[in-house]
């Protein structure tokens, strides 16, 4: 089945900085990469997503970018604030559900 | 409009105790599923339905079984509750045309002594 590995495991940053998260995948048939947030106590968020007939997508801070070849997907996030402290999630899908979670990255934003 | 709600938040079980879980969504999706998260562990599939009366097994399904009766109600059920199910389950949901990401609930956080 699909493996997804996520790199950093934790990250910190200071306001303002940007953040990169990047995520592999095994399936080359994986053809759907979304981005979950998860803030304390609650559950996952979508907050971008992109299909594997584009290179990059973007809104507003956030960028994801994908490279088929290699098999790899980056979160960029730019002008980092405070709120955008929580674990961040990547995934795949071959089928366009049943999604394979990556394990998380821990991101910090320091004032 | 609701989303996806999970019953109950919270639940401390006894080892061999049994109890289901319940996940509603109002938002007509076909797809929904049921996924553990464990410290550094990620988000792991459990089983998961592609409609009303159908049901398939993810990636951790032993010791679980679900049941899909509604399409908008997916239930997990322990039948004999073990240590090693003590982890926080969330539900998510999914349209069932192309490519879209999931709606996830808040999370029931199981205790299992």
């Known amino acids: 089945g699909e493996n997804v590995e996520q790199h950093p495991s934790t990250l910190s940053v200071q306001e303002g900085d940007s953040a990169v998260i990047k995520c592999t995948y095994s399936d080359s048939a994986s053809n759907y990469f979304p981005w979950y947030k998860q803030e304390l106590g609650k559950g996952p968020q979508l907050i971008i997503d992109?299909?594997?007939?584009?290179g990059e997508k973007k809104d507003q801070r956030i960028a994801v970018t994908l490279n088929k070849t290699a098999k790899h997907f980056s979160l960029h996030i730019t002008e980092t604030q405070p709120e955008d402290s929580a674990v961040y999630f990547c995934?795949?899908?071959?089928?366009?559900?049943?999604?394979?979670f990556g394990k998380g990255t821990s991101l910090l934003v320091t004032p | 409009n609701a989303g996806v709600t999970q019953t109950p938040k919270f639940r401390v079980l006894k080892t061999g105790q049994s109890m289901t879980l319940l996940c509603a969504q109002d938002m007509n999706h076909e797809y929904m599923y049921w996924y553990r998260q464990d410290p550094g562990m990620g988000l792991r599939l459990i089983h998961y339905s592609v409609g009303e009366g159908t049901t398939a097994k993810g990636e951790v399904p032993d010791g679980y079984n679900v049941s899909r009766l509604k399409k908008q109600n997916f239930l997990l059920g322990l039948e004999s509750a073990a240590p090693s199910q003590t982890s926080v389950y969330f539900c998510?949901?999914?349209?069932?045309?192309?490519?879209?990401?999931?709606?996830f609930g808040s999370g029931t956080r199981l205790t299992v002594v």
């Open positions: 995934a795949a899908s071959v089928s366009g559900y049943a999604l394979n």
């Open positions: 992109i299909r594997s007939n584009v």
């Open positions: 998510a949901s999914s349209k069932s045309t192309g490519q879209h990401g999931y709606t």
